[in-house]
């Protein structure tokens, strides 16, 4: 597999004197992947988004995307592969209606205006939102808001998407909405995926999970790993979903769980499978 | 809410003055302006009317609209009309009372001074009524492009102008969150003295302002990270195009032009 992020002995602070918001941090992530990075209020997660799009340099170690380093003089070529989408919806929003906000990234590289017509309709129907092309952001909900600054992204194509908590400021229902597209976009593009969360129910998908810790990468496992660290995860100030609550306490009262449940339907699944058992 | 938020006067609509390239719009306007001053006789004033009139028709903006944009005039129009039939003692002395003569000469004047101002806000209120404010700062980015050339920030100024319209509504809803929150918690902004509602203002505006700011950096790197480096090789989406429509009201225009001077005395 091609390797197309890597952080090499990365440590970074915003002022000299201050403590270090990253320690020698390192990490690789390939094509075509789709990495969850979870960590409570301050762990530094942004701090790494930012840096990997070029908005923030470190001052030790060093970034590579694609084989490139990140610095001054290649950040144009960076934010071209690296597309982000921020937490709050309004904030981000910089079009007058939909489809100006799409063609925004577009217009920024100079595409043809013939090219950014055809990359607006596909990345809005990947989105769904095709049918609001002259809609306003007062008229949109946050998801909407959120669905159309993905499609901005896509339009210029990058080979990675980083959402950094895209979906925290939404209602469950916004929620939803945000991670059937991702998810849907993730299976029909070539696209590496980074998806930033404090939420642990929202790293499911992920093919493995970076998680952190002040500043530090506390542990590098896939879900199923990471939902059977309950007590740990609290330690370090992370809500453990209820779900895993609840299979916890059932293999306390003796019903042997014997595979940690990622959802509803997985524990559902399990306790069926024991009730046709006895 | 949603009704009061749209920003300016602009009535959505197809017709041939929607239609028109905005530049097209605004050159004629800044011309038409220009040359309602050189009208002197009946004819020449008579051939502007029509041809605003005419505008205003095929531009089937509902009246009702277009007398909004005439109130805070109204008044003017009226009292240098009145003004003029006062002072001015040119003419034949047509009406005499106790110690006020009034001459033709006032009316005259009174009237032509009236229509003037009548058609100008007429022609101006048409272009904000049929275009959009963004298509407004799109041909003002390009009708000022030459200044680019003096280092006068062209780009930016029309990003800056699209980025307000961009949030006036979003700040618009905020700034009504807030105050149903402060007024939930007894702020009245509505009755008491001026004293008292400035005061219950301040509550509103800091935090108003506080949002507004981190709005502000937020977009500023959201717009950074989606590679936004300056007007240098930048294309548009929004293209301005002049079309058929746009020669012809200019020919129409120039013979406007051309009856007017013809039929002005000198
Ligand atoms: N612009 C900034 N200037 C100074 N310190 C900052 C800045 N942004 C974040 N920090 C600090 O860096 C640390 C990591 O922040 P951040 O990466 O935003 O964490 P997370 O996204 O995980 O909540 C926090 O302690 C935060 O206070
Ligand atoms: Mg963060």
């Known amino acids: 597999m091609r390797k197309i992020i890597e952080f090499r002995n990365v440590s970074f602070r915003y002022e000299d004197e201050q403590p270090w918001v990253l320690k020698n941090l390192s990490f690789e992530i390939y094509e075509n992947e789709w990495i969850a990075i979870i960590g409570h209020n301050g762990s530094g997660k942004s701090t790494i988004a930012k840096l990997l ?19 001054q003089d290649t950040i144009w070529d960076i934010r071209k592969d690296v597309g982000m989408v921020f937490q709050n919806p309004d904030n981000q929003f910089v079009g007058t209606t939909v489809q100006d906000d799409v063609a925004f990234g577009m217009e920024n590289r100079g595409f043809p205006r013939e090219d950014m017509i055809k990359r607006m309709e596909e990345t809005l129907s990947a989105v769904g939102m095709q049918d609001y092309l002259l809609t ?8 909407q808001k959120q669905r159309v600054a993905i499609a901005s992204v896509l339009a210029i194509s990058p080979q990675v998407l980083i959402l950094d908590e895209a979906t925290a400021m939404l209602d469950p229902k916004g929620r939803t909405e945000i991670m059937q597209t991702v998810t849907d976009v993730q299976s029909e593009n070539e696209l590496s995926l980074i998806t930033i969360t404090h939420d642990l129910t929202e790293v ?24 059977s660290l309950k007590d740990q995860l609290r330690e370090i100030g992370l809500d453990v979903p209820f779900i895993t609550v609840l299979a916890d306490e059932l293999n306390q009262l003796g019903v042997p769980i014997t595979q940690e449940p990622l959802n509803h339907e997985e524990l559902l699944e399990e306790l069926w499978t024991l009730h046709s058992k006895t | 809410m949603n009704n009061s938020l749209i920003i300016g006067q602009y009535v959505p609509g197809n017709s ?34 029509i041809f605003a009139l005419t505008s205003m028709i095929t531009s089937r903006v509902p009246i009702r609209f277009i007398l909004k ?19 001015t003692k040119e003419g034949t002395l047509i009406f005499h ?10 009316v005259i004047q009174g009237l032509a001074i009236s229509v003037r101002f009548f058609l100008l806000i007429l022609v101006t209120s048409l272009l904000t009524l049929t275009t959009t404010p963004i298509e407004i700062t799109d041909a003002i980015e390009d009708m000022l492009h030459p200044l ?19 949030f006036i509504p979003t700040l618009m809803q905020e700034t009504d969150k807030i105050s149903k929150a402060q007024a939930s918690r007894g702020v009245d902004f509505r009755t008491g003295p001026i004293k008292d509602r400035a005061k219950a203002v301040v509550p509103l505006l800091v935090p108003l302002f506080v949002s507004a700011f981190k709005r502000a950096e937020e977009l500023a790197m959201a717009m950074e990270a989606r590679g936004y480096h300056g007007g240098e090789g930048r294309t548009k989406l929004r293209e301005l195009k002049i079309g058929k429509h746009d020669i012809l009201i200019y020919i129409l225009f120039a013979f406007v032009i051309a009856i007017l001077f013809y039929t002005r005395s000198y």
């Open chain 1, 136 to 143: 306003e952001p007062h008229r949109l909900s946050g998801g």
């Open chain 2, 16 to 49: 041939i003055v929607h239609r028109l390239d905005p530049r097209t719009k605004i050159t004629i306007i800044f011309f038409f302006v220009f040359i309602v001053f050189f009208a002197n006789t009946l004819i020449s004033y008579g051939i502007l009317t």
């Open chain 2, 148 to 166: 680019n050339k003096i280092k006068f920030p062209v780009h930016e100024l029309a990003l800056m102008m699209s980025i307000s319209l961009r």
């Open chain 2, 69 to 87: 944009g005439l109130t805070p005039v109204w008044f003017l129009i009226v009292f240098t009309f009145i003004l003029h039939l006062f002072v």
């Open chain 1, 53 to 71: 799009n070029g908005l923030l340099f470190p001052q030790e170690g060093e970034i590579l995307i694609d084989g490139k380093q990140v610095n």
């Open chain 2, 97 to 106: 009372l106790s110690i006020f003569k009034f001459y033709s000469g006032g």
């Open chain 1, 204 to 227: 499911v998908q992920a093919d493995r999970v970076i998680v952190m810790n002040e500043g530090e990468i506390w542990r590098e496992a896939l879900p199923r790993e990471i939902f």
